[in-house]
């Protein structure tokens, strides 16, 4: 049973930007904070931005400043709005809960930086 869809990502130039987007179960969506997080080949999958369902918001150090995110409570969706990408972006960006033991990942979306 699928729970998370990614999509948004692509191929975009340095100093760039995209909107991701991860539609969720409402039973998922509803009761949880809710993050992104990115992973490249051979790296451990690190968080990027999460928010609480109040919308409380936290950022990895290094994204700070670029990216938003944010969430549609009516549509079960979580985004994130990324501004003047660099290509230590790269990397497949996936959504899942905040907090607790992680859900099954879902296919993620590939977002490409080039210089």
């Known amino acids: 049973q699928v729970q998370l869809v990614e999509s948004g990502g692509g191929l975009v130039q340095a100093g760039g930007s995209l909107r991701l987007s991860c539609a969720a179960s409402?039973?998922?969506?509803?009761?949880?904070?809710m993050a992104w997080y990115r992973q490249v080949s051979g790296k451990q999958r690190e968080l990027v931005a999460g928010?609480?369902?109040?919308?409380?918001?936290d950022y990895a150090d290094s994204v700070k400043g670029r990216f938003t995110i944010s969430r549609d409570n009516a549509k079960n969706t979580v985004y994130l709005q990324m501004n003047s990408l660099k290509p230590e972006d790269t990397a497949v960006y996936y959504c899942?809960?905040?907090?607790?033991?992680?859900?099954?990942w879902g296919q993620g979306t590939q977002v490409t930086v080039s210089s």
């Open positions: 899942n809960v905040r907090f607790g033991t992680n859900l099954n």
């Open positions: 409402r039973s998922i969506f509803s009761n949880n904070a």
């Open positions: 928010i609480t369902r109040g919308g409380i918001t």
